[in-house]
């Protein structure tokens, strides 16, 4: 599968983006997919992924869980990520990425294919 993430941009802090993911393949929907996010000098982190089964099966960072929503659409092939109350520090590049083994979710070994990124920078 292959996947295209889409949608940064520049954001005053408070306001909101969305992110989207374009999939390639017949069988997205049989791949769980996440969002990460790396910022200038950070490792990599995990912030929130969705089932394959179960569009109501998702999992977030602690930290944004109460800012951040992930959605499906599998007739699509698109994986969202609709970010609200942004904030300064969470200026990244964002990546989407998927997997069809049945496992952990929130570390970047979990999964077998990655988008290329898309900036969100969110100034003060």
């Known amino acids: 599968v292959q996947l295209q993430a889409s949608g940064g941009g520049l954001v005053q802090a408070g306001g909101s983006l969305r992110l989207s993911c374009a999939a390639s393949?017949?069988?997205?929907?049989?791949?769980?997919v996440g969002w990460f996010r790396q910022a200038p000098g950070k490792e990599r982190e995990f912030v929130a992924a969705i089932r394959s089964w179960s569009a109501a099966d998702t999992y977030y960072a602690d930290s944004l869980k109460d800012r951040f929503t992930i959605s499906r659409d599998n007739v699509k092939n698109m994986i969202y990520l609709q970010m609200n109350s942004l904030k300064p520090e969470d200026t990244a590049v964002y990546y989407c990425a998927a997997t069809s083994r049945y496992n952990a979710l929130s570390e970047p070994g979990d999964y077998d294919y990655w988008g290329q990124g898309t900036l969100v920078t969110v100034s003060s």
């Open positions: 393949g017949r069988t997205f929907s049989r791949y769980s």
